[in-house]
């Protein structure tokens, strides 16, 4: 199998970046993805970065993978991805892969010169910008201990802009000399010059006088804009069209358009566009105004098989141990399965910090009592279409709703269990709870007895707590001289005192 099959990849995220001609970032800064989640990788976090301009790389685009200062994951992992840009039909343009790095916390690597600017904003932007969105894609896998399971993340940012524009009339062209300014100025209602601007003659090389634009900013906070000038012929159409991407620093304060038109060249097709000695230009200033959107907009999760095709989930037949095919129960399962990771039909997003997940309406009220309620009595919910989630992570959000669509959970970790018991507590998922229990049960160590007690008696899960305290009565001398239990006595002396009480009672 090829490292151009998606099944030797864990983890693809898709990224959709809308008017990326108008990303204003520079330098260290970037443009940062919405964070993401592999779970396949101990849920160690990530992000993509694309730097428009770097310093030392001014004319290209800079792609680099970045590791979050996560929680969950080992100091160091060793990674396999491929960096790639696409076109509106799924080709690949531009590609680039790094065989092996060692990602640890809060660092970053790439290609610093991933593709020339010039090429993706000017001279094959149909291609790469098909309505003016950039299209990234990553693909990661784990050098070690690589997962069958495949998630695909699909992320979105959207860059907002204001646009001004206007019509600059250039009356007796034919008289105008060189160095001769001819200013105009755009002014807000209140009068106020926003911009001003000078086109002047130039001689060129060839003794043909060249046309210019100097172009200066008083906006507040302007940083960068696009400004584009359009001449119009007699019809009023824009043609022969140039633009300039210009940036204000300590260093720069204004910004000069070459038209690369001579006034011989306009004078020779005055007709065309010199009606009355005229020169007519269409003016435009895009002005970013910041990212209006960032997040992940859906998550599709599949198995993969060793020396196979993929296998999306809705097709795996359940085999029992008769030799027969899966039940009427199973099937049904496999298509709410089905039903789940597609996201056909969803009615409702399910928004934490990082990622938001498509679901059925229909689904969490069956399933949720706490969810029944805020969606049939909290119409504001329904009316946005969504439910906000902050208070948990991506990872447990997505394996509760797995859960309430297959009534099972896979690959659960002493961690992440703890984290779905919490999240079905809130939600009141009561054959989770048991669920989660009974694997905290069998998974009880001298280490984490005392976790495990603290939270059952916080959820007031009497049985599950009488299972924990019965754990450590029987090995009261080990789990009572732990550094754990000394720490359960200053975070909860009565709970402490409780469970040493049952010893003497025992």
Known sequence: MT?????????????????????????????????????????????????????????????????????????????????????????????????????????NFGFPTFIERNRVLQLEKDRFLPLNTLTVRCRMRRCENKSQERVQMYAKTVIDFEKMSFIWAIDKFSCLKNDQKVPFE???????????????????????????????????????????????????????????????????????????????????????????????????????????????????????LPQTESIDLRSVPIINTSGRQSDDASSLKEGFKALYTEGTLSDIMLTTETETFPAHSAVLCARSPVFKATLTNDMKEMNKGSVDIMDLDADTVRRMLSYMYTDSVEDLQWESALRLYEAANKYEILSLIEKCSDFLEHSLSLTNACDALLLADRHQDHDFKMIVQTYIIDRDKCVFSSEEFKKLMKKNSELAAETMHKVWQK
Not at 3 to 28: R, T, V
Not at 247 to 260: D, I, S, V
């Open 3 to 107: 490292d151009e099959i998606n099944d030797e990849y864990e983890i693809i995220i898709l990224w959709n970046i809308e008017n990326y001609h108008l990303s204003w970032q520079q330098n260290i800064e970037g443009l940062h993805s919405p964070i993401f989640t592999a779970t396949t990788m101990e849920s160690t976090k990530w992000r993509l970065v694309l730097n428009p301009s770097e310093e030392d790389y001014e004319d290209h685009i800079g792609f680099y993978l970045y590791r979050e200062d996560d929680v969950a994951g080992p100091k160091s992992i060793n990674i396999t991805y491929i960096f790639e840009i696409l076109g509106s039909d799924g080709s690949v343009l531009s590609k680039e892969k790094i065989d092996k790095h060692a990602f640890v916390k809060e660092s």
């Open 186 to 304: 755009m002014k807000s209602t209140s009068k106020e010059i926003l911009m001003s601007f000078d086109l002047f003659l130039r001689e060129g090389q060839h003794s043909d006088d060249l046309i210019f634009i100097d172009v200066q900013c008083f906006k507040k906070n302007c940083e960068y804009f696009l400004f584009k000038v359009s001449l119009m012929d007699d019809t009023g159409k824009n043609t022969e069209s140039r633009e300039k991407e210009i940036r204000y620093n300590a260093h720069q304060k204004n910004n000069m358009l070459n038209l690369r038109l001579t006034k011989t060249e306009l004078l020779q097709k005055k007709s065309l566009y010199l009606k009355d000695d005229t020169l007519s230009l269409h003016c435009e200033c895009v002005f970013p105004t910041g990212i209006s959107f960032k997040g992940i907009i859906g998550t599709k999760i599949e198995l993969t």
